[in-house]
Every structure is written in structure tokens, then in C-alpha cells.
């Protein structure tokens, strides 16, 4: 059963550091979304990817914030530097034009 | 960019009983979807009501669709306790960019 792979499942960081999140979409997959869900603000769309291009970034901090997609199979999303209201659950989705979103696990992330 | 609304936030039913959600949207759209999530996990697909279409089954899921009143409805016959999950709805915006945004979800408890 094909699956959207995210990686790590958890990170607690310190304010200011790094944090890189990963996602494999799945095989055959042609876009790619990432999503960041709070409480407050429920499911915001940060940025989104067709065929390895960027579409539509609009929805992230772009000062700390970066999306990219090195290849087909991993996309990767980067705050540098982090501060305490990033901490959120990070979902990563793939689909195509034939195929809904298939959504992985999310990578809960703490910023102390 | 235009976010769908559900209604009720969260709602509380007997194991058996029909569940019915509601969601509204702003603008005009191609397609709804609906999406469940249950705890620490990632959202998956239930189903999709392409704008041309008025209503759709699947299993004990039944979802309307008002593109005047620009709303839909989301009904799970003869709930179980498995059932217990949070909902959202999804549109995807007449725009072409194929972006979907997701509404703010309820939160649904079968008491077994």
C-alpha cells in the first residue's frame, strides 16, 4: 500500500536553530503540497509543487522559511531559523490529476 | 484565498445514530472533498463531488452538494465508534491552480 513517507515523526529544537523536515511522496506522484496544522489556525496551505516546479509559496514566511524539491522522490521543507510559533504539526500530501491527496503522518514539531 | 467553514465544530452522537456535518465555502470551485483524521495521523481522502454534481454515495457516506448556496453536507449512516475522527472538507477553486483548501473540521465522537 503505497504511503507519503515523513520524516522525523517528532522534533523538539531550541529557538533559533535549524529544523529540516522531509517528505517521500509517493511513486508516480506529480504534486506536492506542505500544510501546517495548529489549533488556532486549523490547516494552512504553506507551499505546493507540480512536477518538481514551485506553483504557489504564498502561504509561507519566506524570511525563514524555504520548499524545495531536489528530485522526484523527496521534497523538503526548512525553517532557519526556528522560533516558538513554528510549532505546529508539519503534513506533507502528494497526488496527481487522477489520484486525491494522500496525506503522510506529519512531523510534530516543538520549538522551545 | 478562500477557506471552507464547517459546522458543527464538534458534535457528540450514539454509536448507531446518523452524523451529518455541514461545510460552506466562498467562491466557486471545481470539485469538494471530504477528509477524515483521526488522532497524531495524517488526513485521508473519503470522497469528492465534482461541481456538476448533486450528490454522492460511498459505503454508509453520503454527500450532498449546493453550488448556489455553496455548501455541502457530509452524512454517516449507522455510525460506529470507529468513526470517531475529525472531518474536513476541501475545495478546490475554480482558479486552475489546483490548490485545495481545507476547511477549519469537526470533531465527531460515537459514544459506543
Known amino acids: 500500500d503505497a504511503r507519503v513517507t515523513q520524516t522525523p515523526r517528532h522534533k523538539v529544537t531550541e529557538m533559533g536553530q535549524e529544523v529540516t523536515m522531509r517528505c517521500q511522496p509517493i511513486l508516480g506522484h506529480n504534486t506536492v503540497f506542505w500544510y501546517r496544522q495548529t489549533m488556532m489556525q486549523g490547516l494552512e496551505l504553506l507551499a505546493y509543487f507540480r512536477n518538481r516546479a514551485p506553483l504557489d509559496d504564498s502561504g509561507m514566511p519566506k524570511d525563514r522559511f524555504s520548499a524545495e524539491m531536489p528530485d522526484a522522490t523527496l521534497a523538503t521543507l526548512k525553517i532557519q531559523p526556528s522560533e516558538p510559533r513554528d510549532s505546529a504539526v508539519y503534513f506533507c500530501?502528494?497526488?496527481?490529476?487522477?489520484?486525491?491527496?494522500?496525506f503522510g503522518n506529519g512531523t510534530r514539531l516543538t520549538v522551545t | 484565498s478562500q477557506q471552507g467553514e464547517e459546522d458543527p465544530q464538534a458534535l457528540s452522537i450514539q454509536e448507531g445514530e446518523n452524523a451529518t456535518m455541514n461545510c460552506s465555502y466562498k467562491?466557486?470551485?471545481?470539485?469538494l472533498q471530504w477528509y477524515r483524521q483521526n488522532s497524531g495521523r495524517g488526513l485521508v481522502h473519503l470522497i469528492l463531488?465534482?461541481?456538476?454534481?448533486r450528490e454522492k454515495h460511498s459505503g454508509r457516506l453520503r454527500v450532498t452538494l449546493d453550488t448556489s448556496k455553496k455548501s455541502s453536507s457530509l452524512l454517516i449512516t449507522a455510525s460506529r465508534a470507529a468513526d470517531t475522527a475529525s472531518y474536513f472538507c476541501?475545495?478546490?477553486?475554480?482558479?486552475?491552480?489546483?490548490?485545495?483548501?481545507f476547511g477549519t473540521g469537526t470533531r465527531l465522537t460515537v459514544i459506543p
Open positions: 476541501a475545495t478546490d477553486e475554480e482558479t486552475g491552480a489546483n490548490n485545495l483548501f
Open positions: 500530501a502528494s497526488g496527481s490529476e487522477y489520484s486525491p491527496l494522500h
Open positions: 463531488i465534482r461541481s456538476n454534481e
Open positions: 467562491t466557486s470551485i471545481n470539485n
